[in-house]
């Protein structure tokens, strides 16, 4: 059997900015990425803590403490909005048993504070 468990999480990154002309995507800064262990072009699941919203889109790099929603997601969240994004993978029943998702605490400005 195999299970579907959280890979990675950012909790509470701060939306900076929205581009709706954009072809899609979340833009996230390359330090949160490589700390939560995401790829770009990762498909997430983001959950906007103020609205409710929860949207799947794939993970792009962006600048350094900027959290930009683009594309149909612009539509979904504004700036100062937090943010949850969330990665998952499939594992078989040993390997779950002992896996970890790696947890990234993010501040106001964008920062790791974990």
């Not at 900015?17 to 833009?27: F, H």
């Not at 390359?30 to 770009?40: C, F, M, T, V, Y």
């Not at 949207?55 to 683009?70: A, H, K, P, Q, W």
Request: proline share 2%; glycine share 8%; net charge negative.
């Amino acid at each position: 059997m195999r299970v579907t468990l959280l890979k990675s999480k950012l909790h509470r990154a701060v939306v900076t900015g929205a581009s709706l002309d954009y072809a899609g995507s979340i833009s996230l800064p390359s330090d949160l990425i490589k700390r939560a262990g995401l790829l770009e072009y990762e498909k997430v699941l983001v959950a906007n803590v103020a609205s409710g919203a929860r949207f799947e889109t794939y993970v792009i790099s962006g600048c350094d403490g900027e959290v930009t929603l683009n594309g149909a997601a612009a539509r979904l969240g504004q700036a100062g909005d937090r943010l949850i994004v969330m990665a998952w993978a499939e594992f078989d029943e040993a390997e779950a048993a002992s896996f970890h998702p790696k947890v990234v605490l993010v501040d106001a400005n964008n920062r790791a504070g974990d």
